[in-house]
């Protein structure tokens, strides 16, 4: 419990911080480059455990999770494609996809359920920080009307994520 | 003879219209946007059910007692026929936020 708060704070405040501390609000190829990470890294992460998960929840709720992140991707290139928009690497970027690197470095040493534990946890930390800097930060800077629509649908697809990982974990208790 | 031809007419129209029961209906409900809707629904069992999904994920209506559990892929439209009565609450499994009702009268 202290572990899964703990890292959904970091998680948090890195996406709250780094956003910040730009001093203004993020550009659309910004948040469109932020969203695009946040997707790529629950992919890395649910790669990960459709490997080495061994609860059969987890493994198809890892599933899921290439799946929809996949399909959110791409329909995020496509639009970017569309407006011409060049996705634009930046500070918030840097820190999640540097963060989601060491997670899944210590989720790579665990094994069993004590893996399966960890990795639920964690998607339900990373999906409720996602889903507060969509919220609260992403969404609203958004100038775009497609963007902000598609974050939008994000928001509603990540909820359903969190819920549904949170049903999982509790499931492994 | 044609008196009793009518008659005969008339008894099998009469027969006909009480013999043949109310026409099995199809109802579409359509997932867009993580949105069943309409999101309550009355039907009756033997009516079809079109799921139509307009999204890219995969969605599925989970009736929560059980009575029927649907997996339609992105953007494709599958069938299903009502086989119970009852008021049932289903959900999307995979997208568990997304709650409708359907009604199924016997």
Known sequence: ?173 | MRPGRYRLAMAALLFGTMAVPAHAATIQITMQDLVFAPAEVSARVGDTIEWINKDVLAHTATARNGDFDVTTPPKKTVTSVLKKAGSVEYYCRFHPNMKAVLTIAP
Not at chain 1, 94 to 101: E, I, M, N, W
Not at chain 1, 115 to 127: C, G, S
């Open chain 1, 1 to 173: 419990m202290f572990v899964r708060l703990s890292a959904a704070i970091t998680a948090l405040s890195i996406l709250g911080s780094a956003a910040l501390a730009q001093g203004a609000k993020p550009t659309d190829p910004q948040i469109a480059h932020i969203a695009y990470t946040a997707g790529v890294i629950d992919i890395a992460a649910a790669k990960q455990a459709t490997t080495k998960a061994s609860n059969k929840d987890v493994k198809a709720f890892a599933q899921d999770m290439v799946r929809d992140h996949e399909a959110v991707n791409k329909q995020a290139l496509d639009l970017v494609k569309k407006l011409k928009v060049t996705p634009e690497d930046n500070d918030t970027s840097k820190t999640l996809s540097k963060q989601a690197a060491d997670k899944l470095a210590e989720l790579a040493k665990l094994k069993g359920a004590e893996y399966d534990k960890a990795y639920v946890a964690n998607e339900v930390a990373y999906h409720k920080a996602v889903n507060g800097a969509l919220e609260t930060q992403l969404i609203p800077s958004a100038s775009n009307a497609e963007l902000k629509s598609l974050l939008q649908t994000g928001l509603k697809i990540f909820q359903g994520h969190e819920q549904h990982a949170e049903q999982v974990a509790a499931k492994l208790k």
